[in-house]
């Protein structure tokens, strides 16, 4: 009960962080985690790496009873895949302009979704992600906890409103409430 109060303000106060705006270079925009996400997960990374070293500490000097050498263990994995997490946290990319949006992290393209390519938007009902699904069927999955959502919501509006699930469009709304929907105006003055 305790964790999950704390658990839910964290995450509240995370998302109270989430700039809203993308940061523009030149034609495109470029989403990354905020700082209080990053800050989150290096704070998560320096408490598994604290105990990691406590255990470290105490096989050293001589303890060698096996829940501490299971501590050692369980923390050196915990330890591990948190480092890993934090450079995934700080490599993560969304390059979005008017042809794609393009995912990157570590420094490579992990998925991309073209305008033309894509047939369906939904917002997942088990993930915090928005998911762009190519007619190849590729899928691209964007984290909602990406600072700069505005921008990948006002790309969403300019596709074809049959791309669009009531999912995402909802998502969209709460998202991005000022951004107008241009096929609605469209389809107005038709």
């Given at each position: 009960?305790?964790?999950?109060?704390?658990?839910?303000?964290?995450?509240?106060?995370?998302?109270?962080?989430?700039?809203?705006?993308?940061?523009?270079d030149g034609r495109t925009f470029v989403l990354r985690y905020g700082r209080r996400f990053k800050l989150q997960h290096v704070g998560i990374l320096t408490i598994f790496a604290f105990f990691f070293g406590l255990a470290t500490v105490l096989v050293l000097h001589g303890e060698r009873a096996t829940p501490i050498l299971l501590c050692l263990g369980f923390f050196a994995l915990l330890t591990i895949?948190?480092?890993?997490?934090?450079?995934?946290?700080?490599?993560?990319?969304?390059?979005?302009?008017?042809?794609?949006?393009?995912?990157?992290?570590f420094g490579m393209v992990i998925s991309e979704c073209t305008a033309e390519m894509l047939s369906t938007a939904y917002k997942s009902p088990i993930h915090e992600s928005v998911v762009l699904q190519s007619r190849n069927g590729k899928k691209t999955r964007i984290s909602t906890q990406f600072d700069g959502l505005r921008s990948l919501v006002a790309w969403l509006w300019l596709r074809p409103r049959?791309?669009?699930?009531?999912?995402?469009?909802?998502?969209?709304?709460?998202?991005?409430?000022?951004?107008?929907?241009?096929?609605?105006?469209?389809?107005?003055?038709?």
């Open positions: 009960m305790v964790q999950q109060a704390i658990q839910a303000a964290l995450e509240s106060w995370v998302e109270k962080g989430r700039e809203r705006d993308a940061i523009r895949f948190s480092t890993i997490y934090v450079a995934y946290a700080f490599t993560s990319r969304v390059i979005i302009d008017d042809a794609s949006v393009v995912v990157r992290c049959d791309t669009l699930t009531d999912s995402i469009v909802s998502w969209m709304e709460a998202e991005a409430p000022d951004l107008d929907e241009p096929w609605v105006a469209t389809e107005a003055a038709s």
